[in-house]
């Protein structure tokens, strides 16, 4: 309610377009409203559990279904809730066919584990590894593994919220609030990466990873 109350119009001082802007007392409220996102994508959009799942259903339907029901057929969209799609499970995981394993891994809660993880902000080095690691794992395990990446992700933190523009006066240029918020200019996008791997197979899989002597620098 706070954030909403500040919110004000401005002018763009390059376009002269209308811009939607915050005005001065809604800095703090925005700040909130921001790092509550920021850490949702943290502990929740990009946990190592969930993100397993995503992969293991979305393997299960994509060869049992093909392509997802669309948006535009509204009817057979909405069909697709949680019963149906436990049901589909079932019937994949029971047919043998291409996508049983990752409907079995679903059903009975036998995702893969992470065997090798950067930080969630893996410096330049760090990233170069990984990128080397992806190589030398493909070539050692082949399909066996999984390789995950928040920059690929559809529904990764956007740098644009930081540029959201912050109203100082019929006098004054708009600002942003990364300008004006020491707090939201040092967050950074998330590029954590990871390896996933079959329970049966995640410790050696590890092991491997940590006896790479790569050069990175």
């Known amino acids: 309610a706070r954030l909403v109350s500040t919110l004000a119009w401005t002018e763009d001082p390059v376009g002269g377009n209308p811009l939607l802007a915050i005005e001065e007392d809604g800095v703090h ?10 850490f949702m994508f943290t502990q929740v959009y990009f946990h190592r559990v969930r993100r397993a799942y ?5 393997e299960a339907l994509r060869a049992s279904i093909g392509k997802y029901p669309s948006p535009s057929a509204l009817d057979e969209y909405l069909d697709w809730d949680d019963l149906k799609v436990f049901m589909k499970l079932r019937e994949i995981a029971e047919s043998g066919r291409d996508g049983a394993d990752h409907a079995r891994r679903v059903l009975e809660r036998d995702h893969y584990r992470v065997a090798y993880s950067t930080g969630e902000h893996p410096s330049a080095a760090q990233l170069r590894r990984w990128e080397q690691l992806r190589e030398l794992v493909t070539k050692e395990f082949g399909d066996r593994i999984v390789f995950d990446s928040a920059e690929k992700a559809p529904h990764k933190f956007d740098r644009s919220l930081r540029a959201f523009p912050v109203f100082k ?10 300008e004006e918020s020491g707090l939201i200019e040092k967050l950074e996008e998330l590029k954590v990466c990871r ?14 990873c940590l006896n790479q002597n790569l050069n990175v620098r």
């Open 29 to 38: 409220a925005a700040e909130g409203l921001i790092l509550a996102r920021y």
């Open 54 to 58: 995503d992969y293991h259903l979305s």
């Open 169 to 178: 006066g019929e006098a004054a240029a708009p600002t942003s609030i990364e």
């Open 195 to 208: 390896i996933f791997a079959p329970r049966e197979l995640r410790e050696e899989v590890a092991a491997y």
